[in-house]
């Protein structure tokens, strides 16, 4: 295995302004493919290594025949010739693509064939990182370890740094969508159906109100978030309600100057 990774480092792999995986070791538009095998608890765990440096631009404008090398759900699957069910085999796909970094778990096809070992049911899983903004500093040359664990070790501090932010930039955007985007929808909604027959009129006002309204909502739900974050899903219908009551208690009273 550790020949493996070395021949991987020789590659000199490294990220051109943390975008796009050039390796100097590798001509461009080439493709790089090596398996290694390892036993763990009576389990032989085969893991296949690609290198897949494709053409990123004419890929996604899709120019001419332009496509990627080793696509996983033509090559990674169960088939006749290939990746059939053995007693005690598990199998495993790394692939270093020009743009991301993709894990995958059993190939296409596993879940149908329901194996189990030691208790657990095998089911295809898969993991794409793309490089830029998640990991843009990822390299594959002789800075990175060259021993099995520490190898593995690296890789996996890579997926799990690259999803971390995957979900921080959902995060931030779901934080847009529902702080002021979804907020001023329903700010607008409420100033169309209000503005004829209750006591504020402008647009400003109604999104003053709103201001003030989203305030103890904002605090509530920033602490629960920290426990409950599936509650995002529910803030901006929380709001709503809160938000329509304020508004139908302005518009109603008689008293109010």
Partial sequence: ???????????????????????????PIDLYEQEVEFV??????????????????????EVGDSKINYDPKSKFVVSEDKYQPEENIENYLIIFW??????????????????????????????????????????????????GPDFGAYLLEQIIQGRQNILKLKSYTMAFLVGVFYTLITVLVLWIFFRKNGKLK???????IAAITSIPVFIVFFILLWFLPFLIDIFIFVFAVVYLMA???INTTEDLV
């Fill in 40 to 61: 763990v608890d009576g389990i032989t765990k085969r893991i296949t290594f690609v290198i897949d440096m494709f053409d990123i631009k004419n890929v996604y404008l």
């Fill in 202 to 208: 402008s647009v400003t006002e109604y999104y003053n």
């Fill in 1 to 27: 295995m550790n020949e493996v990774i070395r021949n991987l480092r020789n590659k000199e792999c490294e990220l051109d302004e943390g975008i796009e995986l050039k390796c100097g070791g590798l001509e």
């Fill in 98 to 147: 020009s743009d991301a970094l993709y894990f995958q778990a059993h190939p296409y096809g596993t879940d149908a064939l329901k194996i189990k070992h030691q208790g657990e049911k095998l089911k295809t899983e898969t993991v794409k990182i793309f490089y830029q903004s998640n990991i843009p500093e990822f390299e594959l040359n002789q800075n990175i370890p060259d021993k």
């Fill in 247 to 249: 508004i139908y208690r």
